[in-house]
């Protein structure tokens, strides 16, 4: 044998050829690999070996594919919050997220134009929040990832046509074709979170499309008293439209941005920390930084107190844009 090999590393191969199992054959080619003489005339059995192991290593991580696999419903949340877009076919659902993120899904004048998730990112003011656009909800067929990805969701946004037909009756199809899969949508002031058993509770609201269109004018109001759900009219026309919409998506998600600043420098208005509404000083020091909870003194707040830089209790409840100030002992 012109590599000379040892007969302990020929025991390794034969051990390889019978094994049976992938981990088995990775680790008779790894005592192989530890047994090899290491001179020229093995160089090739080396490399021979370790492409083994790592064609091994790939298609063992492939087997535990299936269950990490990246399925149209398992999209990783991006930005302040993530947001799908659900509604009959040709209602303007990737009209919206063209206009108003930087994806571009494929808008059409006929329907079922969508067939998978498309992924935007929509910039309101300071923050990024994430829309998916989906294919339709219809009588006829939906996809059943679709509504995996609406459990998943942060806010559910349900577009109605307002060009034509019946708006009110479209969102009515929509609610029960939601309500028979276990999804039931909720204002989201209205603070109501628990799901039950077979029922998921999602934040939602209304956007009634194509408003330069809109055959009725009080229809949103109309709309809105209907379903109990916040409603906005929006036209992928009308600019101003729009920045309402980013706004109404921010407000549904409940969400508020705080800033820090250091004792005496200037804010950091950069980047702002995302919380849930609500929260409490105490809860925002926890989440900008656990560790500091620990030697907390004293706070100071700029925005939600009597008077900026106002020293508040742990309990204070924090606001939209609010700037603290954090004090260690
Ligand atoms: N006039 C007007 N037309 C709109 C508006 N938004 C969407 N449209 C039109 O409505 C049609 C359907 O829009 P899409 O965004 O493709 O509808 P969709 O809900 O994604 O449809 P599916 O993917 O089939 O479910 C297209 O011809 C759009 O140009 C709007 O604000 N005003
Ligand atoms: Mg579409």
């Keep these: 044998m012109p590599a000379n090999l040892p007969p302990e590393y020929i ?4 051990r390889y050829r019978n094994a049976s199992g992938k981990d088995e054959k990775l680790e008779a080619l790894k005592e192989m690999l530890a047994l090899l003489p290491n001179h020229k005339g093995t160089d090739k059995i ?20 299936p269950t990490r696999a990246k399925t149209p419903d398992q999209i990783e949340p991006q930005g302040a919050g993530q947001v799908v877009i659900t ?15 930087n994806a571009s899904p494929k808008v059409a004048d006929f329907p079922f134009a969508t067939q998978g998730p498309t992924i935007g990112m929509m910039e309101y003011e ?15 067929y939906v996809e059943t990832w679709v509504y995996n990805l609406i459990r998943k969701a942060n806010l559910i ?16 199809r929509t609610k029960d074709h939601l309500l028979e899969e276990g999804i039931h949508l909720f204002h989201p002031e209205a603070n109501f979170q628990r799901d039950a058993i077979g029922r998921t509770n999602r934040k939602g609201e209304i956007i009634l499309t194509k408003s330069d269109e809109l055959e009725e004018e009080k ?25 309402r919409f980013s706004r109404a998506v921010f407000r549904g998600l409940q969400k508020i941005r705080i800033y820090t600043k250091k004792p005496g420098e200037e804010p950091d208005l950069e980047e702002p920390y995302l919380l849930d509404k609500d929260s409490t ?33 742990q309990d204070h409840q924090l606001e939209d844009g609010d700037i603290i100030e954090i004090h260690q002992n």
């Design 46 to 65: 080396e490399a021979d070996i370790r492409k083994r192991i790592s064609n091994l290593k790939k298609s063992s991580k492939k087997k535990k594919g």
């Design 157 to 172: 946004l349900v577009t109605i046509d307002g060009s034509t037909g019946d708006p009110i009756a479209e969102f009515t």
């Design 281 to 313: 000083v105490l809860e925002g020091v926890r989440s900008i930084h656990r560790d500091m909870v620990e030697n907390l003194d004293y706070i100071r707040i700029w925005g939600s107190g009597r008077f900026d830089g106002q020293e508040v209790a």
């Design 87 to 101: 509604g009959f076919p040709n209602s303007g659902k990737s009209a919206l997220v063209d206009v108003t993120t």
């Design 11 to 14: 025991e390794a191969e034969e």
């Design 126 to 140: 300071d923050i990024q929040i994430q829309l998916i656009d989906t294919p339709p909800i219809s009588d006829e």
């Design 219 to 243: 229809m949103p109001e109309k709309l809105e008293k209907d379903s109990g759900l916040p409603t906005m009219a929006v036209s992928i026309l009308d600019e101003e439209s729009l920045t």
